[in-house]
């Protein structure tokens, strides 16, 4: 079974399809984590063509010891530095191959990004799009950075989320909107246990309808 969790930043996507991982037994990717390894690995090149030729390189030769520093991958700035190498085509392309082989992995797995449901798996069993409101998602990764002992400027932090929904939004090699057959689903007013029990439902009462039960 593969399940596509969609979402924007802070939408608590990555929660959930970990959540959702541990609940069917399945390996899970953070395709998230690979655009921000990218984007780390060039934050200090400004922007121009030397920027784009030295992002798709990193891409191209991605492993494992460039997602080793999660901390700083997982920043706030880590997302930043993600959204800007993630509006290049090559970058895309070049990360596309791992992702797909990731989710035909025997029995399936769950993947979260932005274009799971609608560009690396559009065949995927089950399709989630979660939403959540911006100042909801702001305070969760607010709390989520204090509890590594951050100190957090709540308003840089939401602006940070907005610049990075704006680029996002603009991308035009991205598939970042929700796909047809995707479930929507909104956490702005479930906490974590509740959005994985909605997530859970979704999932088991599509395999049902697919089973014909
Ligand atoms: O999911 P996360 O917030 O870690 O993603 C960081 C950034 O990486 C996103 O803002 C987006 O620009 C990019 N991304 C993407 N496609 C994905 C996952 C992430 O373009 N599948």
């Known amino acids: 079974m593969i399940i596509a969790v969609d979402g924007p930043a802070a939408s608590g996507k990555g929660t959930l399809a970990e959540g959702l991982a541990r609940h069917y037994g399945l390996p899970h990717l953070d ?32 492993d494992a010891a460039h997602l080793r520093n999660l901390d700083e991958l997982t920043s706030a700035e880590g997302g930043v530095f993600a959204s800007r190498v993630a509006v290049i085509g090559a970058v895309r392309q070049a990360m596309r191959q791992y992702q797909r082989e990731f989710a035909a992995r025997p029995g399936g797995a769950v993947l979260d990004g932005r274009d799971i449901g609608t560009v690396i798996c559009p065949q995927a069993d089950v399709k989630l799009f979660i939403t959540c409101d ?60 509740a959005s994985l029990r909605a997530a859970i439902a979704i999932v088991d009462g599509t395999m049902a309808h697919k089973a014909g039960l």
Do not use: C
Request: hydrophobic share 40%; no cysteine.
């Open 134 to 193: 911006s100042k909801v998602r702001m305070e969760r990764r607010a709390r989520q950075l204090e509890n590594r002992g951050l100190t957090v400027d709540r308003y840089a932090l939401y602006h940070q989320i907005e610049e990075r929904d704006a680029r996002d939004r603009a991308n035009p090699h991205g598939g970042f909107y929700k796909a047809d057959d995707a479930h929507l689903l909104d956490t702005t007013l479930l906490d974590i246990e």
């Open 31 to 62: 395709t998230g984590l690979l655009y921000r390894a990218v984007g780390w690995a060039v934050r200090e090149v400004p922007e121009g063509p030397d920027f784009e030729a030295r992002a798709i390189a990193v891409a191209q030769g991605l």
